[in-house]
């Protein structure tokens, strides 16, 4: 019963291997091709599915070399491929550098599909037809780093490499940036030697920091040079990594905590946990699929479905008699070779060309000479837990990265016990120090300022940072060193990352833009003059006495005195003005002349005061006279007015200077500015014809006009007694000014500037800063905050604002200048005053002799008659005395 049993046994174990040798002989061979190189996982996942696939369409079997050189495989591919073990398509999972090496001109030769799983310049492509390129092609591949680093909003990089494949590999990235203007940093990385003294020369020197940085290497050899780096760089949270392997999105940086930098890379593979992996033996959860493993996995598929689709779902092309591949031995003419290549080789080509799938690296397809195209690569980053997360991914078609999730950047993360260091100078208004017997404390607007910043940091995003202030050694805000990539000053700190912050009255410039970055604005201001406001001169209540000079002031007067006696005579002289004193009386006995000294010198007041007057002459020659000193009153009054104008405007017309081409144009006054500051360089950068001239008088100058601080160059202003001026920004002119009363603006702002608070390139918490300050300015707080420091604090002065030259007001007459009008009117009206009482008292003392009563008496009588303002009439004469005798003549003649 046994003996049945075993021989049952054997017939089935025949008739299987006769059915399968059957099967083969209608299927295709596929071989896979390993070597020392290649991932143990690449070699099971192969053996696995070809496995799975061994009575399908086709089977394979893998060739495995000892030997890595090209030349020494292909010698061992002959006996591999002998008596009847050709292969119709050859898996090449080996790393090939980009080149077509002795493996694939055999296939190529042969007729045999070359499916390989590493790159290969894209200028061989159209030569081997047969070469289908699985890995992603470099150009494309270049593309996308482009874009990345654009997405990422870098203007300038470094790459870092390994081995001279790189520049191959990254050629695209080269040879189409699209800023020539800022020169890309190569440098070669040891990956079993010592790198960080080159480190240390790109980050500290070369400040390889304000670049992002390509790491071209092995995925193996990504932790190695991020720990160096570490070791060299303490503040990494400023550095920006892209890792050009396609792999590297499986690390973890658990064991390399120091490192906050912001990581990013590509990549075509993901973290699922497909299924289909555990089918074929591999757990993703410990053993992370490399891209190799999955291109493999891919390439079987892919050619497992072009065979399938040129032999038909109807297995008809089973019993076709099918050639058999040929040996992939080295032969020794082209002749040789296609006499023996395999004449299906370009049915099967065809079919991989037209075939499409969706495979583990996502979508393959190929164009005509075999390159990879219409595929995705995941873009990813690190986030705070060392681990790549995926964000977005790029389109090869569109040469566009999408943005699918938020992830933010591990340089964010806040590091256990951190403080941000804000590095500061001494200077009022914006920080000083303050010790006394309760310890140090600081005060001052950026200390306030800064607050406010992260107090509103705080309420919008939950997140509390802490901070301390210091003073930079130099109390400089940074200026480049002469003969070196260095900076000192606040600058210089942040470039060192000695700081985070820079806080102080650090204007926004090119030249700063390029070493460290800003935030955004928090004051607005603009360069203008300082200058002392001249002693103005005492006032002169007689200046309307001014226009016309003591001599012709005396000239005036006796003209006039000799014009009243020259017409006195003339009118005394003429018998026309001898009138009728009673025109109804035809004969008249005698006539009457009005014309005495006392209306000839009143006509000619009233003349020259062009007033007129109720009495004229009648002569020729009095007549003449009045006229030509009419004539001469006018030209008179007219330049008294005349002058008068034109010495009032003078005289509050200020002799400072006005703007900055009046103080070009003048010797009298020197200026100056802070020695090589952003205010020293207006003019020193400008192509201004007047802003150069004045850079050129300020360098020559001797002694020299420039300080080394604001406050330096105040107090120059104020010894300067008028002869210096000092060229400062608008907001520190405003400080001084409120508290030195005789302090002035000059002019208008020659420019517009910002101050920022500076920090270093890639500061990560650039955004939250910059979204506070837009919050302060929307509710006012920093108009609050420079009110506080500008006007109220150590304010004693306060002084008003002084307006600046061109906005005086220059049509006011003073009342300093105008008393001395105001003397003379007094004086007259109470000289006035005094003749009529004199008159009045005359009167009165005659009256009294008249009437025959007491002076006393006739006072009383008269005061109450005369002064009395209801009585509008009084009787001619007081009553109980004669009717005076009328001893004046009447004027009715003269006037008619």
């Known amino acids: 019963m ?39 996982s690449s070699v099971r996942v192969f053996e696995k599915m070809v496995q799975k696939s061994s009575t399908g369409f086709y089977h394979g079997r893998s060739l495995e070399s000892s030997v890595i050189d090209s030349y020494s495989i292909s010698l061992e591919m002959c006996p591999f491929t002998s008596d009847n073990h050709g292969i119709a398509a050859l898996i090449d999972a080996r790393p090939t550098d980009g080149i077509c090496d002795t493996i694939c001109l055999l296939c190529n030769r042969y007729n045999v599909s070359h499916l390989s799983i590493g790159w290969e310049t894209t200028e061989t492509l159209p030569t081997d037809l047969f070469t289908f390129q699985y890995h992603p092609p470099p150009d494309l591949i270049s ?95 400023y550095l920006s990594f892209i890792l050009t392997s396609l792999n590297a999105y499986s690390l973890n940086f658990h ?67 099918i050639p058999p591949p040929p040996e992939l031995c080295v032969r020794g003419s082209k002749t040789d070779y296609e006499e023996v290549a395999w004449p299906l080789g370009n049915e099967l080509r065809a079919a991989l ?103 509103q940091i705080k309420n919008e995003t939950n997140i509390e940072l802490e901070y301390e202030f210091y003073k930079v050694a130099d109390n400089k805000l940074g200026n480049p060193i002469p003969e070196s990539k260095k900076w000192d000053g606040i600058i210089g700190d942040l470039i060192e990352h000695k700081a985070e912050l820079g806080v102080a009255d650090l204007t926004v410039t090119a030249e700063r833009l390029a070493a460290v970055d ?13 200058f002392k406001q001249t002693e103005p ?128 144009e003048q010797t009298k006054v020197s200026y100056g500015a802070v020695q090589n500051s952003a205010t020293y360089k207006l003019f020193k950068n400008s192509n201004d014809t007047i802003y150069k001239k004045i850079s050129m008088v300020m360098d020559t100058s001797r002694p020299s006009v420039f300080t080394l601080s604001n406050e330096d160059g105040v107090n120059r202003v104020l010894k300067g007694k008028g002869k210096y001026a000092f060229f400062m920004e608008s907001s520190a002119i405003d400080y001084y000014t409120k508290r030195h009363c005789n302090l002035k603006m000059v002019g208008p702002k ?10 270093p390139k890639n500061f990560p918490r650039r955004s939250l800063i910059d979204h506070a300050i837009l919050s302060l300015q929307q509710i006012g707080e920093l108009t609050r905050l420079k009110t506080k420091w500008w006007e109220i604090e150590d304010n004693v002065a306060h002084c008003e604002n002084i307006k600046s030259d061109g906005e005086q007001d220059i049509g006011s007459l003073q009342m300093a200048n105008t008393s ?55 009787q001619a004469a007081p009553p109980g005395s004669a009717i005076p005798a009328s001893t004046t003549p009447s004027t009715q003649g003269a006037l008619s």
């Open 518 to 530: 800003f935030s955004t604005p928090f004051m607005v201001l603009g360069v203008s003059m300082l």
């Open 537 to 664: 001169p005492p006032p002169d209540m007689f200046s309307f006495m001014k226009p016309l000079s003591l001599d012709v002031w005396l000239y005036l007067a006796t003209t006039f005195i000799v014009i009243s006696f020259i017409l006195l005579i003339c009118a005394r002289m003429s018998l026309d003005d001898w009138v009728n004193p009673h025109p109804c009386n035809l004969e008249p006995e005698n006539l009457q002349n009005i014309w005495s000294l006392y209306n000839c010198m009143w006509l000619n007041v009233g003349a020259i005061m062009t007033q007129g007057c109720d009495i004229l002459p009648r002569g020729p020659g009095s007549r003449w006279v009045v006229g030509m000193w009419w004539f001469f009153s006018m030209i008179v009054t007219a330049s008294y007015m005349a002058n008068m104008s034109t010495f009032m405007r003078n005289n509050r017309r200020n002799n400072d200077i006005e703007d900055v081409k009046a103080l070009s």
């Open 820 to 874: 001395g009008i105001f003397l003379v009117l007094g004086v007259g009206g109470i000289l006035g005053l005094f003749v009529a009482i004199i008159e009045f008292l005359l009167y009165i003392k005659k009256m009294s002799a008249k009437d025959g009563v007491t002076f006393y008496e006739a006072l009383i009588r008269e005061w109450r008659v005369s002064l009395n303002p209801r009585e509008l009439h009084k």
């Open 2 to 40: 046994t003996s049945i049993k075993i021989e049952i046994v054997l017939i089935l174990l025949e008739l299987y291997i006769k059915f399968s040798a059957a099967l083969r002989s209608t299927s295709l061979p596929i071989g896979g091709l390993f070597n020392g190189l290649t991932l143990p």
């Open 750 to 759: 020659l420019d517009s500037k910002e101050y920022g608070i500076a920090m």
């Open 255 to 321: 064991e390399i905590p120091a490192l906050m930098a912001n990581v990013s890379t590509l990549h075509l593979t993901t973290h699922i946990n497909d299924v289909k992996w555990k089918d074929l033996g591999i757990n993703t959860d410990n053993e992370p699929i490399q891209l190799e493993t999955a291109l493999v996995a891919d390439a079987i598929n892919h050619v497992g479905k072009a065979i399938r689709g040129m032999m038909g779902d109807s297995r008809s092309f089973n019993f076709m008699n």
């Open 353 to 455: 060309t037209q075939t499409t799938i969706k495979g583990f690296t996502g979508f393959i397809d190929f164009d005509e000479f075999g390159k990879r195209k219409n595929f995705h690569l995941h873009f990813s980053k690190l986030d705070g837990n060392s681990r790549f997360v995926s964000a977005g991914s790029w389109d090869s078609r569109t040469n566009i990265i999408t943005t699918e999730r938020i992830v933010n950047d591990r340089s964010k993360v806040l590091k256990p016990n951190s403080k941000i260091r804000i590095a500061t100078k001494k200077d009022l208004p914006y920080f000083e120090i303050v010790e006394n017997s309760n310890g140090t404390f600081y005060r001052g607007f950026v200390v306030d300022l800064i607050e406010a910043i992260f107090k």
């Open 143 to 237: 593309k996308a780093y482009i874009e990345l680093i654009k997405f990422l909003q870098w203007d300038k990089f470094t790459i870092l490499y390994e081995s001279e494949k790189s520049f191959k590999y990254l050629e695209e990235i080269i040879n189409n940036w699209g800023n020539p203007n800022e020169p890309i940093l190569f440098r070669k990385l040891d990956p079993e030697g010592d790198n960080r003294e080159a480190f240390k020369e790109l980050i500290k020197v070369a400040h390889m920091n304000y670049h992002i940085i390509i790491l071209d290497c092995h995925f193996s050899n990504v932790h190695k040079y991020m720990m160096e780096i570490t070791q060299v760089e303490n503040s990494t949270e």
